[in-house]
């Protein structure tokens, strides 16, 4: 099993839909989550932090559930230039606190 | 401007023949870490660097060297690359958390290596 696991879709949705992402972590140690946005093989950019007690920004939410080890990202209203490749990164704590384990990406294209 | 820098951004090599990667950052981070990305799959972890003279592996290092003598520059070498090094690679830098967690990770725009 992935330390790591993304669903890769790719969904393909609409203009002013409602998506959501799941990334599930097999450590329950780790400590840090992120949600990146990857454009067409470029750099990675962070989206977001991930907040235990969830955290908003805009149009974007994403959620903690550590009892279940997962995070979540929602897209409300999704725009043409939400089509991307996001990618979920999990930390985990002291033991191993460089360590950064990213998800394979799921893909979304917005269409009009 | 805060940036990560790599160079070259395109490289073209032989079997066997010896090259370096750089990567710098103007933005005092402890933390650098060493990415490669093949098609399908997202980033995988070469090396990391919490500070200077401070290395570990990650999770693919076979085939790979790393040095931190300066806090802003983190070199990738590779001493004999193969075509299975063939891969877009991505350096990138971080602050630490001091309970082990980490902040943002400030990614370089990418070096894509081939290896014929």
């Known amino acids: 099993r992935k330390e790591v696991e993304q669903d890769p879709g790719p969904f393909n949705v609409p203009e002013g839909a409602t998506v959501a992402f799941n990334c599930t972590y097999s450590?329950?140690?780790?400590?840090?989550f992120f949600w990146y946005r990857q454009d067409c093989r470029k750099e990675p950019k962070l989206l977001m932090s991930?907040?235990?007690s969830g955290n908003e920004d805009g149009r974007f939410t994403a959620q903690l559930n550590r009892a279940s080890q997962y995070i979540s990202l929602l897209i409300r209203d999704s725009k043409l230039s939400d089509s991307a490749t996001y990618l979920c990164v999990v930390n985990p704590g002291l033991a191993n606190a460089g360590k950064s384990t990213f998800g394979d990406g799921t893909t979304l294209t917005v269409k009009p | 401007e805060a940036q990560v820098t790599q160079n070259p951004r395109y490289l073209i090599t032989v079997t066997g023949k010896k090259l370096t990667v750089t990567c710098s950052q103007n933005?005092?981070?402890?933390?650098m870490s060493w990415y490669r990305q093949d098609p399908g799959l997202g980033l995988r972890q070469i090396y990391y660097?919490?500070?200077?003279?401070?290395?570990d592996k990650g999770d693919v290092p076979e085939g790979y060297k790393v040095s931190r003598k300066e806090k802003r520059n983190f070199p990738l070498i590779l001493e004999s690359p193969s075509p299975n090094q063939t891969s877009l690679y991505f350096c990138a830098s971080s602050l630490m958390a001091r309970r082990g967690g980490m902040y943002e990770q400030y990614f370089g725009p990418g070096t894509r290596l081939t290896v014929t």
């Open positions: 450590n329950s140690a780790s400590q840090s």
């Open positions: 991930v907040y235990s």
């Open positions: 933005m005092n981070h402890e933390y």
């Open positions: 660097s919490m500070n200077v003279e401070v290395t």
